[in-house]
């Protein structure tokens, strides 16, 4: 059984700058590809950024050069440093995962964390 708990989400004013945490605990034998995803009220999810096991990242054409997505693996986190914060960066993020266990690979989701920047 494997969870992703997000942490780090609330509000900020435009400009400013918050981090957020994924932490994944259970049954892991490894974790492949790592990220995050957002979805703001009334719109479709879409990828954030993404990180591979061997720190490979993948950054949507909209938060390139003000977001940063790292991981530390001894931890199984990743987390996603936002920086020049744009109220169009207000969402629900979500922490997702691809993890390796009993000999299978199987993609979760984390509950979801609420960003709100204000203008």
């Known amino acids: 059984q494997v969870q992703l708990v997000e942490s780090g989400g609330g509000l900020v004013q435009a400009g400013g700058s918050l981090r957020l945490s994924c932490v994944a605990s259970g049954s892991i034998f490894s974790i492949n590809a790592m990220g995050w995803y957002r979805q703001a009220p009334g719109k479709q999810r879409e990828m954030v950024a993404t990180i591979t096991s061997a720190g490979t990242t993948n950054y949507a054409d909209s938060v390139k050069g003000r977001f940063t997505v790292s991981r530390d693996n001894a931890k199984n986190t990743v987390t996603l440093q936002m920086n020049s914060l744009k109220s169009e960066d207000t969402g629900v993020y979500y922490c997702?995962?691809?993890?390796?266990?009993?000999?299978?690979?199987?993609?979760?989701w984390g509950q979801g964390t609420q960003v709100t920047v204000s203008s």
């Open positions: 997702n995962a691809d993890i390796l266990a009993f000999s299978r690979t199987y993609n979760y």
